[in-house]
């Protein structure tokens, strides 16, 4: 019964660590001001530590350079179960524009598994509070994938040598051979 | 009978500390978060809090992991060993089983285990936290040794019943010392609790959380949940030592008084912690070294019947 | 730091009340002039590539099934929201939303793929005998990005083929 009261609390009191694995500390400007009163994210139980052994969530922004990814690794494995990583902002989701540079290995789900995206660059601070409030269950998350097709088979194919007629009235023949 | 009323009594005792810690805590956190105009975290959130780290895996790591298991376990016994020597709105509960000189030395204990916490992790930054733990303490811990004997020069015994009456003030005449010790005591109560001016050695980002750095899940907890009783336990030495009046009202009201009083010193606590900034370890020495001169003229004062 | 201004100090912070916003609440739109999340419009796209030249991260794809089918796909994962493709697109099918709220736990879910017919001209047409695999290499137009990789493949003549070189140097940490 004590386990379960524990697992119900995690989501009540989510300790946040912060890694910033090569990027150009525009996330990071936002994750802070999503801890200033405007944006108070204090009020969901969230608190900055300065330890990864005291963390739950590791929030990563920058992509995952060669010369930190050894470094971020440690830092996530140092981390206790149950743990959640949030990548930050695009660089962190997919690379960024940097996604093919000489020192970037690539988004940081290369070296970690993410659990959340929060894309943006860099995302609004209702963006950060909003992900942290998806992961929390507080809402309903709201992008979907979208297809389109604006295609129906078959296809009417228009052939020049089958189009009849000058002037204003062009009329399609279609000619017994194909 | 008088075994099962004691042991009833430190049970009230301990619980009593267990259940307020996170509460008083919890006031702390919300009353700073209105101050800085924001909406704070709810006042229950130390429970989840701890909660939460109770449900967390626990890594042993560090140099000496056995080692940091004992700081552990050692810190939160202490705190609620000096539960059972303190009066909370009643008499002392183990009033015959020790005297001041135990408590000043449980009250230095639980400040070592803060550094056998640091020691185990035996990283560069905790080595760093410690150190400046061990020179704070060092400046700091007489503090409160000299205002417990300068309430034992006055009733001439060393029992706790007496000196924690109110006892500071109950010299000849004006209650010089009384006086001094309680100046010197509230200029270095955010100390002995670790909040803001003086929170040198822990809780600070500037050290990755100094000496708790490896601890994590349920041993955590066990530290936080020993910080928090600290300032429970601090607070109800000094109303006990320094505001006595109103402790002789019967029963329940008695009882409400003395932890009104100590809410009030908590939102005292509070409020400095909110609108200062951290000092710097050689500001805190010099401030702590001059109090100690200070306390030192109080002790000489105490001597002479003062 | 006198007694005085500390005291000011706390009177001055609590008679700002209570400033935070009740976020997730309270829906917080977005100012004007905000770039959020690109919208393609499928009605008036012309399947151009325009927006696929023209993205400094290389999220668009596109790929020609056949003559008369594109396939644009965009994947949100790296897009900076930068607003090029929208700037550049003839027909105006781009449009930056004021959508922040990004959020997800499946990074496929940002993506959108349009599959446009490509019409035919009515005199000179598309449709003439489809030419080899050498003379699409050679015809300006085909487009053919690697759609079940996710990568674009870049045609010109200054980009080494493989990808970039990692993983090759261990660096030791203490």
């Not at chain 1, 971020?72 to 990548?87: G, I, T």
């Not at chain 2, 930054?125 to 020179?135: A, D, K, P």
């Not at chain 2, 409160?144 to 001439?156: D, E, R, S």
Request: some cysteine; proline content about 6%.
């Amino acid at each position: 019964m004590l386990k379960n009261l524990c697992q119900k609390m995690f989501g009540r009191s989510l300790w946040v660590y912060h890694a910033n694995s090569g990027g150009c500390n525009g996330c990071d400007i936002e994750v802070l001001n999503a801890l200033t009163p405007y944006y108070d994210a204090e009020r969901f139980g969230i608190k900055l530590v300065g330890s990864p052994r005291h963390a739950d969530v590791m929030l990563c922004q920058g992509p995952a350079m060669r010369s930190t990814a050894q470094a971020l690794k440690r830092a996530y494995d140092a981390m206790p179960a149950p743990k959640l990583v949030f990548a930050i902002g695009s660089c962190a989701c997919g690379g960024g524009v940097w996604f093919d540079s000489y020192s970037v290995i690539g988004p940081v789900e290369k070296i970690i598994p993410v659990s959340y995206y929060i894309p943006g660059c860099p995302p609004r601070p209702e963006a950060i509070i909003y992900g942290v409030a998806v992961a929390l269950g507080l809402v309903d998350k709201k992008v979907a994938p979208v297809e389109f097709k604006e295609l129906e088979l078959p296809i009417p194919r228009y052939h020049p040598d089958e189009l009849r007629g000058n002037d204003e009235l062009v009329v399609y023949e279609k000619s017994e051979k194909i | 009978m008088h075994v099962i009323w004691t042991s009833l009594a430190v049970l009230a005792n301990i619980a009593t500390v267990l259940i307020v810690a996170p509460l008083a805590q919890g006031i702390l956190r919300k009353i700073t978060a209105r101050i800085q105009s924001r909406q704070g975290p709810p006042v229950l959130q130390p429970y989840f809090d701890l909660l939460k780290l109770l449900g967390k895996e626990d890594i042993e790591s560090g140099e000496y992991p056995l080692m940091q298991r004992f700081a552990a376990y050692l810190s939160l016994s202490i705190a609620l060993c000096i539960a059972c020597f303190v009066p909370m709105g009643f008499a002392v509960p183990l009033g015959s089983a020790g005297d001041v000189i135990l408590l000043i030395y449980l009250l230095t204990l639980s400040g070592i285990c803060t550094l056998l916490a640091g020691l185990a992790a035996g990283s560069t930054y905790s080595l760093l936290g410690i150190s400046r733990e061990m020179m704070t303490m060092i400046a700091l811990e007489p503090l409160f040794a000299i205002a417990l004997v300068v309430g034992a020069l006055h009733t001439n015994s060393l029992a706790l019943d007496a000196v924690l009456g109110g006892s500071a003030y109950k010299g000849v005449g004006i209650p010089l010392s009384g006086v001094l010790m309680l100046a010197v005591m509230l200029l270095s109560f955010q100390a002995f609790v670790q909040r803001i001016p003086f929170d040198i050695s822990e809780a600070e980002t500037e050290l990755m959380e100094g000496p708790l750095m490896e601890y994590s899940g349920p041993k955590l907890a066990l530290f936080k949940y020993a910080q928090m009783a600290k300032l429970i336990l601090y607070s109800t030495l000094f109303v006990a030592l320094f505001v006595p009046w109103g402790s002789t009202f019967p029963a329940p009201i008695g009882w409400l008084l003395f932890w009104m009083k100590v809410f009030v010193l908590v939102l005292l606590v509070t409020l400095v912690a909110a609108t200062h900034a951290r000092y710097r370890i050689d500001q805190a020495i010099r401030l702590f070294a001059g109090l100690i001169c200070v306390s030192f003229v109080a002790l000489v004062l105490a001597t002479y019947g003062f | 730091m006198s007694l005085r201004s500390k005291f000011d100090e706390t009177l001055l912070c609590l008679r700002a009340g209570r400033v935070t916003l009740p976020y997730p609440a309270q829906p917080q739109p977005a100012p004007e002039q905000f770039r959020g999340r690109p919208i393609f419009d499928a009605a008036k796209c012309i399947g151009c590539a325009g927006c696929a030249n023209n993205c400094p991260a290389r999220e668009i794809l596109i790929f020609d099934v056949s003559q008369e089918i594109r396939v644009l796909q965009y994947l949100g994962r790296r897009c900076t929201y930068c607003e090029r493709c929208a700037e550049v697109c003839p027909e105006k099918a781009i449009t930056m939303s004021r959508d922040f709220e990004n959020a997800t736990d499946k990074i496929g879910d940002l993506g959108q793929r349009l599959e446009l017919f490509m019409s035919t001209c009515q005199r000179c047409g598309r449709c003439f005998k489809s030419p080899s695999t050498l003379d699409e290499l050679k015809m300006k137009g085909y487009r053919f990005d690697d759609i079940e990789n996710e990568r674009w493949i870049f045609r010109s003549q200054s980009r080494l083929e493989g990808d970039p070189v990692v993983d090759d140097v261990e660096i030791e940490l203490d």
